[in-house]
């Protein structure tokens, strides 16, 4: 049964820092990871979607990395900004698999 | 194009009694699935509609079913809810059962 974990569950940094959210998962057969932003009593927001044969995907000041092997996914945040305070959840599908399996997320706050 | 929607956004009901919720899928997108996200928790997958048939389940008791209508549109019924089914519902619609899932904003069920 695939198990996802984030840590750190919270974390609170000064607005420009650059930090690391961490996922792993313990099964590595998967098809793709993928990394979700969630608002308070919101819906999800797509971030990134890393394919199982990729290693890394980016997108403006956003970078996921995925070694798939080890069971892990980063996500890099470059200078953070206050905006960026949300609920960052990762989530992992297995091939042939038609459900996303979610970690609990990491609750970032970014104080101006 | 549309996104996916979801209707009530709020919804308060007494245990005991049933609730129906609703999704409209993204146009072109032939596949839905429910998840239920409970308060600080990841989302975890209800079940998924593919053509109007059920195509794979979680974890769930038979208590909660649902529909898929020849639109692509998909309820989800939770019948005899118990204190526990309190959770935001999520519904997510795709091109298909294996491809990329985008999610609505969700409906907040509260059980008293």
């Known amino acids: 049964k695939q198990e996802v974990t984030q840590i750190p569950a919270a974390l609170s940094v000064p607005e420009g820092e650059n930090l690391v959210l961490n996922c792993s998962f313990t099964d590595s057969a998967i098809y793709n990871l993928q990394w979700f932003r969630q608002d308070p009593g919101k819906g999800l927001t797509s971030l990134l979607l890393?394919?199982?044969?990729?290693r890394e995907q980016t997108s403006g000041r956003l970078n996921a990395s995925l070694d798939k092997s080890s069971g892990r996914s980063t996500l890099y945040i470059a200078a953070s900004q206050p905006g960026d305070s949300a609920t960052y959840l990762c989530a992992v599908r297995r091939e042939y698999g038609n459900k996303l399996v979610f970690g609990a997320g990491t609750i970032l706050r970014v104080k101006s | 194009e549309t996104g996916v929607t979801q209707s009530p956004t709020h919804l308060i009901k007494t245990r005991g009694q049933q609730v129906t919720l609703r999704c409209s899928s993204q146009?072109?997108?032939?596949?839905v699935s429910w998840y239920q996200q409970a308060l600080g928790q990841g989302p975890q997958f209800i079940f998924q509609y593919y053509r109007e048939e059920e195509n794979g389940r979680g974890n769930f008791p038979p208590r909660f079913s649902g529909l898929q209508f020849p639109n692509y549109s998909s309820e989800l019924n939770v019948n005899a809810l118990e204190l526990d089914d309190s959770a935001l519902y999520l519904c997510?619609?795709?091109?298909?059962?294996?491809?990329?899932?985008?999610f609505g904003p969700g409906t907040r069920l509260l059980v008293l």
């Open positions: 146009s072109g997108h032939n596949t």
């Open positions: 997510a619609s795709s091109f298909g059962p294996l491809e990329t899932q985008y």
């Open positions: 890393i394919q199982s044969s990729q």
